[in-house]
């Protein structure tokens, strides 16, 4: 039988798992953690002894950590929005992978309460955080220079007062202002 007559065969869900796990040589409770459920959960979807997720959130935790697409496993829905773009995400996805990390490096970087608040900043759940001293935990795994660390909080910070009702542009000089402050404070912590 030639290749382009073979069937394609879709490996289980559950399959996939199991053999991500162990190739990342990543325990089930950390990978528990990582996408919020129970040991016990993983275990039961690996046994296949309950059926494989079909909840959304699950699977695009899941699907995140695994650095695949959700629409990889077969139980995923499309949901009917398409994902929003946003600069800042990107940009966070580029520089894990610009330091040559897969998503589970990077999470494993981080105490494990926080991992899955990650988790579901990079499936796009979740902004990424104002809060300057969070991301410069996430810098400082992702090697940033403080230049790239100011120039992103900015922009998240641009995002949260756009999102908040805040005219950026109608309020520029206030805006600027701001930021400068900010800017001199930041370099005074050097």
């Not at 996805?93 to 589970?104: E, F, Q, Y």
């Not at 120039?151 to 400068?180: P, S, Y």
């Amino acid at each position: 039988m030639s290749i382009k007559n073979k069937p394609i065969v879709n490996e289980k869900s559950s399959q996939k798992v199991a053999k991500f796990l162990e190739k990342n040589n990543l325990h089930k409770k950390d990978f528990a953690q990582m996408i919020g459920v129970t040991l016990s959960y993983v275990y039961n979807l690996i046994d296949e002894t309950i059926p494989f997720s079909s909840r959304a959130t699950t699977l695009e935790r899941i699907a995140t950590v695994m650095d695949i697409r959700p629409e990889d496993f077969i139980e995923y829905q499309i949901p009917q929005d398409p994902p929003v773009y946003n600069e800042n995400l990107e940009f966070l996805k580029d520089t894990i992978k610009h330091n040559g990390l897969s998503t589970v490096e990077f999470l494993k970087m981080f105490e494990r309460k926080k991992r899955l608040n990650l988790v579901d900043i990079l499936r796009g759940a979740k902004p990424i955080q104002i809060d300057f001293s969070e991301l410069k935990n996430i810098a400082d795994v992702l090697n940033m220079s403080n230049d790239e660390l100011y120039e992103l909080w900015k922009r998240r910070m641009l995002e949260f007062f756009e999102e908040g009702g805040f005219n950026v542009e109608k309020n520029r000089k206030l805006a600027d202002a701001i930021f400068e402050g900010a800017k001199k404070y930041l370099k005074s912590q050097d």
